[in-house]
């Protein structure tokens, strides 16, 4: 392997580990994955309208505070 | 050849595991460096994790990676969604860890770091770990559904019923002692007042932020939080000591708790976008955050416990808390050990999330671990404060006395010597008037940590930036749970109370909603008020009530575990879940009925209601109480905290009848009999 492919292999590694960071960061106030959902609905409900992010996450909002779980002591 | 190798590793480790574990318990003496406590925890949660949680996922779950979960039966990429394991991991820690097992450990330092941390390493691989594991098991079987709903399909609607209330009270006396720990932390402190009340424009500022100016932008909108945060821990020591500002931000315990309930009926009656949420992103963060750096600064510092192992306290006459070490010490480290609050996380929102059950094992069983693992910090943090500073700050003013000469004098006649001028010094360091008094974990904790940072990054000041730091953390994410509690409260009220009058269960009406939460806001204003004027301290009082509540949530779980296994014609491994029930309701019920019915006026309520009721009979006024008002309200006190004890036990008490009679039923059917959802291979749902 040479170095510049090395180079390439690392940046997709730490481009990951962030995304994966970031995602967790989101999931943590509730706020799950947005492409994962815009996926889920192209091929499961091709025929519904998809949430634009801003509804998604204002909705994704609501249903945190509705009741419940909660969170721990 | 690869497991005989590997089987020479695992036992090597055991044994370092064991000599770390035999250095903590067995040493006497001189003081002991933290890191072997912290190695032994380590060692242990790595064993527990890789032989015990195996030895439930295969045998006793019989979980099947060939299954379907409901993330993938359900799949709606909001609530159902298949999530990577490392980042639901994350969601789930963030969603247990609280100021429970940050606040326990620190109380039952009283005893010695030894009781505590064998307490809370035995109890989290046997009961914590095993309820929270086993109720994700139970629950991704079942289309995720929650704790109640489990209970009342496995158990009947009565038990169904007893469960809701359980869950209701337990959140009432959660909610005010967590309340009551913030008010402890900021009585006479205008630093930490004033940071505190910083945050509540912040928030506004945040929500408007990502309402109007850049919708959803989470993680942007939190670091310009965050950064505001910090500048306002600054300005609050320029606050603190300015003789025109620091008066505004200085009140008494009774001012802040009026402030508290007022403010907790806004913030849950507020949109919650505008308030509620964008404290609880800067309060999630700062909590990771926090414990992350907690752990880096133990691990560099590597200090000195220099609490003895076993105080002379475990007799049970100690200043933090009374009674003995059973069952009081399983009372008071609640969280960090086994937490009943958990199962309720456990069959919430994680189940819903799981790509595949095989992942349950990290997720609920090493969630909990490292749950364990921010208690064992909290101790070590408690630890490595000189014994009689630690007193000082937790022991209420009948105990010890109100100034420091007092204070100083009756502590170092217990044996842990300190003068008025270490007590005052310390104060000085932190940037506060006084430290006594300051009962409830958070206090402790901040100065611990404030020791601990300070020893790796010196400077002028910066011991007192890093004790409100520390307080501004814990208040920040205790406050959001009073906000988040209150919500969730109220919703529960109205669930509860629509049973009776359906009308009040409408979620949309706005008086059912006012109703609903001025009764939530009363129930755990009520104990914050009480645990306040109490002159006893009210942590005193009102944290054997919560940790009573938190283990009794607990044993209904692992009695529910303990049906499922039944039910499902897994007699051979009953003891996994049956064992640790059983502990819990014979720590419960024991702690319970010390509370009502011992003689020590100290420990139970009700022989404390007797020693007021008598001298008021003979017009007498008892100390701490300054009039036959006080001393009348202290009796009502005692009566209502003494009720409520009993309304814990009969909970306790007739899960167990629901749990044995459902059994029994269960052992007379050949076949299983729980109500799990049909098997659905995998490779068919998912794409």
């Known amino acids: 392997m040479n170095l510049d492919s090395a180079r390439t292999l690392l940046r997709r590694h730490l481009r990951e580990a962030w995304r994966r960071a970031v995602q967790t960061g989101r999931l943590i106030v509730g706020v799950p994955d947005y492409d994962t959902y815009v996926e889920h609905m192209r091929r499961a409900h091709p025929e519904r309208a998809v949430m634009s992010y801003e509804a998604f996450f204002a909705e994704r909002l609501e249903a945190r505070y509705r009741g419940g779980g909660g969170r721990c002591c | ?687």
Request: net charge neutral.
């Open chain 2, 1 to 687: 050849m690869g497991s005989v190798v590997s089987k020479f590793g695992w036992a090597a480790f055991a044994i370092f595991g064991a000599f770390c574990l035999g250095t903590v318990a067995l040493h006497r003496g001189e003081t002991i460096n933290a890191t072997w406590l912290v190695a032994a925890s380590i060692a242990t949660f790595v064993i527990g994790y890789r032989f015990y949680s195996r030895f439930i996922a295969e045998r006793v779950l019989q979980l099947d990676t060939t299954r379907a979960t409901p993330a993938h039966l359900r799949n709606d990429g909001l609530d159902y969604v298949p999530t990577d394991k490392w980042v639901l991991y994350g969601h789930h820690f963030a969603a247990i860890a609280g100021a429970g097992p940050l606040v326990g450990p620190v109380l039952a330092a009283q005893m010695g770091y030894l009781p505590g941390t064998l307490w809370i390493l035995v109890g989290v691989v046997f009961a914590g770990a095993v309820q929270d594991f086993m109720i994700l098991g139970l629950s991704i079987r079942r289309d995720g559904k929650s704790l109640g709903d489990m209970v009342r399909m496995e158990m009947g609607s009565a038990a169904g019923v007893v469960a809701m209330i359980g869950v209701l009270t337990i959140m009432m006396i959660i909610l005010a002692v967590l309340a009551l720990v913030v008010v402890k932390a900021l009585t006479h402190s205008p630093w930490g007042t004033f940071t505190v009340a910083m945050t509540i424009p912040i928030a506004l500022l945040m929500g408007s932020y990502l309402r109007w100016v850049r919708p959803g932008k989470v993680l942007e909108v939190s670091l310009i939080g965050f950064v505001l945060l910090m500048l306002s821990v600054w300005i609050g020591g320029k606050v603190a000591v300015d003789p025109s500002w620091a008066p505004l931000f200085d009140y008494d315990g009774k001012s802040l708790a009026w402030m508290l309930i007022a403010y907790g009926f806004c913030a849950s009656v507020l949109p919650v976008w505008f308030l509620l949420a964008p404290r609880d992103y800067l309060s999630t963060f700062l909590k990771i955050g926090t414990i992350l750096l907690l752990a880096a600064a133990i691990f560099l510092a590597a200090p000195m416990l220099q609490m003895p192992a076993i105080t002379r306290f475990i007799d049970g006459s100690g200043p933090v808390f009374a009674g003995n070490l059973f069952p009081f010490l399983f009372i008071t480290i609640a969280c960090g050990a086994v937490s009943g609050w958990h199962s309720l996380i456990s069959s919430g929102t994680t189940p819903k999330m799981l790509a595949n059950e095989r992942e349950a094992r990290m997720i609920g069983y090493g969630g909990m671990l490292m749950e364990a693992f921010v208690a064992i910090m909290a101790l070590v943090a408690a630890g490595i404060l000189q014994p009689g500073v630690y007193f000082a700050m937790n022991s209420p003013a009948a105990a010890i006395g109100g100034t420091v000469q007092e204070a100083a004098a009756t502590i170092s006649q217990w044996g842990f010597v300190v003068t008025p001028d270490m007590l005052m010094q310390t104060a000085h360091d932190i940037g506060e008037t006084t430290i006594l008094h300051r009962a409830g974990g958070a206090p402790t904790l901040a100065v611990g940590m404030a020791q601990l940072l300070h020893g790796i990054l010196p400077g002028e000041g910066m011991m007192a930036f890093w004790y409100h730091y520390a307080i501004l953390f814990e208040a920040l994410f205790i406050l959001t749970t009073v906000d988040a509690g209150t919500r969730v409260g109220r919703f529960m009220i109205q669930e509860l109370a629509g049973l009776a009058y359906p009308p009040l269960k409408k979620t949309e009406s706005w008086s059912a909603n006012l109703i609903a939460t001025v009764v939530c806001v009363a129930a755990w204003g009520y104990f914050l008020y009480q645990g306040v004027v109490d002159p006893f301290g009210g942590i005193n009082t009102l944290w054997p009530l919560f940790g009573i509540a938190n283990q009794m949530l607990a044993a209904i779980a692992l009695t529910l575990c303990c049906v499922i296994v039944v039910k499902l014609k897994r007699e051979r491994y009953l003891w996994v879940p049956a064992v640790p029930a059983l502990w819990l309701v014979v720590c419960t019920l024991t702690a319970g009925w010390q509370k009502l019915f011992h003689d020590d006026a100290k420990i139970s309520f009700l022989a404390n209601a007797r020693k007021f009721a008598a001298a008021i009979a003979e017009g007498k006024v008892l100390a701490p109480a300054k009039s036959l008002e006080e001393m009348q309200r202290i009796i009502t006190n005692n009566y209502v905290d003494a009720t409520l004890t009993a309304l814990f036990m009969l909970l306790v008490a007739a899960t167990a009848v629901f749990g044995v009679r459902t059994i029994l039923a269960a052992r007379r059917t050949a076949q299983p009999t729980a109500h799990e959802e049909p098997y659905v291979a995998m490779a068919t749902v998912q794409s």
